[in-house]
């Protein structure tokens, strides 16, 4: 199927239940023998996807069947089990936002996101905003304000431009749970000379 | 097998089985009736796995059998099929390395790294050079320097203390590829009240 992209709804459905799988992975308390039962199902799937199997990560094969470039990213990819994944929102003005629910998968200190996980949603929603359609441009620094401790649950992140100076467009953006801000961001992007005014 | 801490061999391998899933399930061109048989393989492990599950997050549970609280850590669980994992090296003057395969799993532009995964790496870096044993520390902020792309592959996460003032703990750190530098990090961490000396 990967040859006419009909397959993406089953790829898809794959993914949400490896998604799943992960959760249980981390939180089973199950005895010896049903994980090792487990674990042999497992590998039989393993075996059976890999009958065929792109040589490289998703992003650099050739798109032949429709499958988005995007569909092995490791925030948004409908591919990539990994992804939580966040569904970018965009306002008329060019800000986003995404509304997540970050589980067991995503633990640092416990009971609360991974700060890194922090900074990884805020750099792809900084970059979502700064990276208009047509005009790519490519994250310089990026800068995280931890304010308090964001717990595992529903959160809310959002980013805006604040403005633009020649090649560089300056970004800012946070997470917030339901008691407000947890962690704050500031970002400056970078138009490589192709993409330039 | 959850009463004794002898099942942790088990569930190790259970989530490296899942790491490879993961991979697989980005990378795999199988046709439509391989990926159903292979779901009804996951479908049939998260049905096992669930037999028993913790009621929240790994590091919230009552650590009544051995297992490390940081087992379900997104970055160096043992049992978190999303953690590469991270495996810390620490030497003598307190700074801290690690090196890591990063695959299809961690993509974000064609063939690289997301760039929000370099930070997790480095936001957990630095929080483990800054975090001595019996000296805890929350990070206050943190800053990426974005250098150039990070390839998907190899690559060396390391960092160290630069100064410490009163309660604020200066790190740096650094990721680098068989190419030198890719992305630079500086980040800044706060000892709560009760651990100050």
């Known amino acids: 199927m990967g040859n006419?992209?009909?397959?993406?709804?089953?790829?898809?459905?794959l993914t949400q239940s490896v998604r799943r799988l992960i959760d249980a992975?981390?939180?089973?308390?199950?005895?010896?023998?049903?994980v090792v039962a487990a674990k042999t199902h497992i590998d039989c799937a393993i075996e059976q996807l890999s009958e065929s199997?792109?040589?490289?990560?998703?992003?650099?094969?050739?798109?032949?069947?429709?499958?988005?470039?995007t569909s092995g990213n490791v925030m948004i990819g409908a591919r990539n089990p990994v992804a939580p994944p966040l569904v970018?929102?965009?306002?008329?003005?060019?800000?986003?936002?995404?509304?997540?629910?970050?589980?067991?998968?995503y633990e640092g200190p416990p009971g609360h996101v991974h700060g890194g996980?922090?900074?990884?949603?805020?750099d792809h929603v900084l970059g979502a905003t700064a990276h208009e359609p047509?005009?790519?441009?490519?994250?310089?620094?990026?800068?995280l304000r931890y304010?308090?401790?964001?717990?595992?649950?529903?959160?809310?992140?959002?980013?805006?431009?604040?403005?633009v100076e020649g090649v560089k467009t300056f970004a800012k953006g946070q997470i917030t749970d339901s008691q407000g801000l947890t962690?704050?961001?500031?970002?400056v992007f970078i138009k490589p000379r192709g993409a330039r005014d």
Chains 1, 2 share one sequence.
């Open 25 to 34: 992975t981390i939180r089973t308390e199950a005895g010896a023998g049903t």
């Open 4 to 13: 006419d992209g009909s397959g993406a709804p089953a790829y898809e459905a």
């Open 88 to 105: 970018i929102h965009r306002d008329a003005g060019g800000a986003v936002w995404t509304e997540i629910t970050l589980g067991a998968a």
């Open 147 to 163: 304010v308090r401790g964001t717990p595992l649950g529903l959160v809310r992140a959002e980013a805006w431009v604040e403005r």
């Open 134 to 143: 047509g005009r790519p441009a490519y994250t310089g620094t990026l800068t």
């Open 183 to 187: 962690v704050g961001a500031e970002g």
């Open 53 to 69: 199997l792109m040589p490289g990560s998703f992003g650099v094969r050739n798109p032949f069947d429709g499958q988005p470039v």
């Open 117 to 122: 996980v922090c900074a990884l949603v805020l």
